[in-house]
């Protein structure tokens, strides 16, 4: 059975920094990428960030220079640092990781963690 935890929400002040994890197990395959996509209420599930075949990240405009993603491929885990956290941040964050099964992919969501942002 595929799990795919989160961590590491929570509030902080703005200005502040909180720092997500995700850790997905229960596979014997290869991982195609992990990424972290946001949901706001009323909003449309975005994504955040990912990181592909280990090596190729990618960012959303609304958090590159802020938002930091880090792996440790022997745990299956990215990391999500997240500094300079503004209201808008705040949203449940999803972690999604998608793996590498024969000629197909197969995608396994968390259930999210809740980050807010609030004075």
């Known amino acids: 059975q595929v799990q795919v935890v989160e961590s590491g929400g929570g509030l902080a002040r703005p200005g502040g920094s909180l720092r997500l994890s995700c850790a997905a197990s229960?596979?014997?395959?290869?991982?195609?990428?992990m990424g972290w996509y946001r949901q706001a209420p009323g909003k449309e599930r975005e994504l955040v960030a990912r990181?592909?075949?280990?090596?190729?990240?990618d960012y959303a405009d609304s958090v590159v220079g802020r938002f930091t993603l880090s792996t440790d491929n022997a745990k299956n885990t990215v990391y999500l640092q997240m500094n300079r956290l503004e209201p808008k941040d705040t949203a449940v964050y999803y972690c999604?990781?998608?793996?590498?099964?024969?000629?197909?992919?197969?995608?396994?969501w968390g259930q999210g963690t809740q980050v807010t942002v609030s004075s």
């Open positions: 999604k990781t998608i793996y590498n099964v024969g000629s197909i992919r197969l995608v396994y």
């Open positions: 990181i592909i075949s280990g090596n190729r990240a």
């Open positions: 229960g596979s014997s395959h290869s991982i195609y990428s």
